[in-house]
Nanobody, 116 residues
Framework: QAQLVESGGGLVQPGGSLTLSCAVA????????MGWYRQAPGNEREFVAR????????NYTDSVKGRFVMSRDDAKNTMYLQMNSLKPEDTAVYYC?????????WGAGTRVTVSL
């Protein structure tokens, strides 16, 4: 059973940056690619970013366009989410998963808090 392990979260001031990592243990086949998702307190989990399989193209939810960049390092079996110009509303637990997401791949996530 493959696993996805997120890391890199923390406390950051508004306007700051963080890079999240998602280590992929095992083989995952996803024709739709891979994605990042987040869940803010009191909210449902939502889509953040997607890296399309085979093409490497990315797309983002509107609220993070121009600020977040998703990438991958195949040699390290790791995906990244570079987050810039962070806002308090980016505060959430961030998860990686396939696109669309599969229940068996939800991990513990990594918490990002944007606050003074």
């Amino acid at each position: 059973q493959a696993q996805l392990v997120e890391s890199g979260g923390g406390l950051v001031q508004p306007g700051g940056s963080l890079t999240l990592s998602c280590a992929v243990a095992g083989r995952i086949f996803s024709s739709g690619g891979m994605g990042w998702y987040r869940q803010a307190p009191g909210n449902e989990r939502e889509f953040v970013a997607r890296l399309v399989a085979h093409t490497g193209l990315t797309n983002y939810t509107d609220s993070v366009k121009g600020r977040f960049v998703m990438s991958r390092d195949d040699a390290k079996n790791t995906m990244y989410l570079q987050m810039n110009s962070l806002k308090p509303e980016d505060t959430a637990v961030y998860y990686c998963n396939t696109f669309p997401p599969r229940g068996e791949y939800w991990g513990a996530g990594t918490r990002v808090t944007v606050s003074l």
